[in-house]
């Protein structure tokens, strides 16, 4: 499976359901329409090769703008409306942005580029098929705008070689999905899980069920596959765990595949949301942006899940890749040894927009092949399983010992029979401290648990009780957000 134009250039799918958006149905033949409608534009203005922000709405334009950029042979860069207004400038200086597109009226009139407004365009099917753009191996489909540790956001440049060979592992897993069935997409489109929760369905005359922004997440997601019987979900697990109160009442007999992806995956979650899903293959999918969606993946058995540290194994490295492990001396390690992955292969990017330093820092060529130092720190066993044990920069020295941020997370976990999340600050002499947030419950004696699990530079030296989790945009948990909470003054016991 290439990236796959069929269903614009051929009537098959023209009266199946493309989207499902607000509870509003869009079939294939009216989401070409707005595709047509927004690419004429495209043509009309001579627009081509360029860099196109577009302003993400859960609405059927926004999706339509993405296939308009790309069958006129432009970039899409996603751009969500609720961005502070100097990210929004930085990443269109960054991207050389010119044309911004929008399915109403423009969030950031003060941007001085052109703005093009989907809703005020007529209908427009006269588009000439013939004049679709045939994209070559090395001409980039998007860029994704990622945080960046220097506070400026970095642009992952993913191409057509890149999604081509991630969508062939799609093909090559035989998950039969077939035209009609039903798929949730969750993730705002600024996450590049996104990118293949609409673009498979769409290849495969699927249905595609989009999460509105106006309620919260984890209770519609729960009304999406309940109502309209998902047959494809992908969720990232921190959503997942927000809705475990509900797992005695959830039955899911429709889904088929759940893939859990975005970070870590829990063990105890896995097996927990499996018995509401009696009839559905559960995966794990790892990996990041700049490998091109996921570059790693596991087919979870129902019984005896590897786990390492509580959570489930990431597997292998997927079809066409290959990988490196490097331990902190920089040479090549092996099984049992805690090390940096690295991933190659055609999925791999070719680098961040106008960042050189950045991408000598982070990609290198190794005999002949092209890698990404993914700043993960992982163990291989000998069954060839790879365990995630966390990023490179969440370990921390703690009185001459380096402790991973992850491991602290689980054993607290276990000890407290809750979940709880770990940061770590710099006290006023510059040395890292441990801080836990969890919920509130004070039925629980915190330390004495704690000191049955942990030794004691392990233990976290303050305690944060808060009412929930924040999670960023995609779903995530924002440590960043735990982080200044600090600063604002979060009570502590």
Request: net charge negative.
């Amino acid at each position: 499976m290439s990236f796959s134009l069929d269903f614009i250039k051929n009537s098959k799918f023209d009266s199946n359901l493309a989207f499902c958006i607000r509870d509003e149905n869009f079939t294939y033949l009216q989401f070409k329409e707005r595709i047509f409608s927004i690419a004429q534009i495209l043509k009309n203005q001579n627009i081509s090769g360029q860099n196109i922000g577009v302003y993400t709405f859960n609405h059927l334009d926004t999706y339509a703008s993405i296939y308009a950029i790309w069958i006129t042979g432009n970039i899409y860069v996603p751009i969500h409306h609720t961005y502070p207004q100097n990210r929004v400038e930085e990443i269109v200086s960054q991207a050389s942005i010119q044309t911004l597109i929008g399915s109403n009226t423009n969030p950031f009139p003060e941007v001085n580029v052109d703005f093009i407004d989907t809703s005020s365009l007529k209908m427009e099917v006269a588009f000439d098929l013939d004049t679709l753009h045939s994209h070559k191996q090395d001409e980039f489909m998007y860029i994704l705008f990622t945080s960046g540790s220097t506070g400026k956001p970095k642009g992952v440049q993913i191409s057509h070689q890149n999604l081509c060979s991630f969508l062939n592992h799609c093909n090559s897993m035989n998950m039969g999905l077939n035209p009609g069935d039903r798929y949730l997409q969750m993730f705002e489109l600024t996450f590049d899980l996104s990118v293949v929760s609409f673009v498979l369905p769409l290849q495969n005359g699927g249905t595609i069920y989009t999460v509105s922004d106006e309620n919260l997440k984890y209770l519609e997601i729960y009304r999406l596959l309940e109502d309209y019987e998902i047959n494809f979900a992908i969720i990232v697990p921190s959503v997942l765990a927000l809705l475990k109160p509900y797992f005695c009442d959830i039955d899911l007999p429709h889904l088929k595949h759940v893939a859990l992806s975005g970070e870590a995956v829990p063990h105890k979650l896995t097996e927990d949301f499996q018995v509401c899903c009696p009839n559905a293959q559960f995966y794990n999918f790892y990996g990041p942006t700049e490998c091109t969606i996921f570059c790693t993946e596991y087919t979870i058995p129902k019984e005896d899940i590897p786990a390492l540290n509580g959570i489930v194994s990431i597997g292998t490295v997927t079809k066409d890749l290959t990988f490196k492990l490097v331990n902190d001396e920089g040479n090549e390690s092996g099984y049992n040894e805690k090390s940096e992955l690295y991933i190659g292969g055609p999925q791999v990017s070719m680098g961040y927009i106008n960042n050189a330093e950045l991408n000598q820092s982070l990609f290198c060529e190794i005999d002949g092949i092209r890698y990404y130092k993914t700043g993960d720190l992982v163990i291989q066993k000998e069954d060839g399983l790879f365990y995630y044990l966390g990023r490179k920069d969440q370990q921390v020295k703690i009185q001459g010992h380096r402790i991973e941020l992850m491991e602290v997370e689980h054993l607290c976990t276990k000890a407290l029979k809750q979940e709880v999340a770990v940061v770590a600050i710099k006290d006023e002499r510059n040395f890292d401290n441990l801080v836990m947030f969890l919920r509130r419950n004070h039925n629980i004696q915190i330390i004495p648990e704690l000191n049955k699990v942990l030794p004691k530079y392990m233990i976290p030296t303050q305690i944060i009780e808060v009412e929930d989790f924040p999670l960023n945009d995609n779903g995530k948990l924002d440590r960043k957000a735990l982080k200044l909470s600090l600063q604002n003054g979060a009570s502590s016991n």
